[in-house]
């Protein structure tokens, strides 16, 4: 396979998967046992370029915080945003301390993968009993928080799955609400996150293939910015159900393959 190709290939997979509910760093070490693994720049590259693709999308929103901050409406989800995105950052200056580290074999994410989608099948049906609501609060925040903390930790369980369930679960009911306070809790944290990353990876910069990289970059945000923008017009009107049954396929799966040995 040429490095073009493979250069794409990793770029598309980064741009489906970072912001559906199906773990785009699961998929990453799934493929590159097929395809190859790259740098640790390359993968901090891509990643950004999804991240860029959510800011892209959400311009318009945050320019209207930002801008109109002192309408109180505004202002209390900005609070909000902000404590949501300081915990995450805490905590996940806590956990790197103690030395966490996302492991990188197959097993524990097959099993998240599997787990996380009957728990999304679970989450769907409890939700659809309570009553609809888009509304914000202080418990909302603060459990997003904490997804976000328990998918950097937990390989395959999925960021965007972890907050926007997290979300719903505490009472922002309605999915298009939920998704939207989720992916904006993101995009600091994840921008906080590669900048950390990049740093430790300054040393490779010297043997980097930087044509490479921004081809990478272009395209995860190409396909992010496409993939995002379905999304949030499916979530309109549809449950999550269809990714839960993609993840428990896929686990499936991936457990098969590690039991013959294709995976390890």
Request: proline residues 3%; glycine residues 8%.
């Amino acid at each position: 396979m040429s490095e073009t190709l493979h250069t794409v290939l990793l770029g598309i997979i980064e741009g489906v998967t970072e912001f559906l509910p199906i773990s785009s760093t699961g998929h990453l070490l799934i493929a590159e046992q097929f395809l190859g693994a790259r740098s640790d720049l390359f993968n901090i590259a891509i990643q950004a370029g999804a991240i860029l693709a959510i800011v892209l999308i959400y311009q318009r929103r945050l320019t209207e915080l930002l801008l109109h901050s002192r309408e109180p409406q505004n202002r209390d989800y900005l609070y909000k945003l902000t404590v949501s995105v300081l915990i995450t950052l805490v905590l996940g200056f806590v956990a790197t301390k103690l030395g966490f580290k996302l492991p990188v074999t197959v097993l524990p994410i097959a099993i998240a993968t599997l787990v996380g989608g009957v728990a999304i099948l679970v989450i769907e049906q409890y939700v659809a009993r309570k009553p609809k609501s888009d509304t914000l609060t202080w418990s909302v925040a603060i459990w997003v928080a904490i997804g976000q903390i328990a998918a950097g930790l937990l390989p395959g369980t999925s960021r965007s799955a972890a907050t926007i369930f997290a979300a719903m679960l505490a009472g922002m009911t309605l999915r298009p609400a939920a998704t939207e306070f989720a992916f904006l809790v993101g995009i600091p944290t994840m921008f906080a996150a590669s900048a950390y990353e990049l740093l430790k990876a300054r040393h490779e910069a010297a043997y980097e293939d930087w044509s490479g990289l921004a081809l990478g970059f272009i395209v995860s945000g190409v396909v992010a910015f496409v993939v995002v923008k379905w999304l949030l017009r499916y979530v309109q009107s549809h449950r999550f159900t269809v990714f839960a049954w993609y993840r428990i396929v896929l686990g499936v799966a991936l457990l098969a393959m590690l039991h013959h040995g294709i995976l390890r």
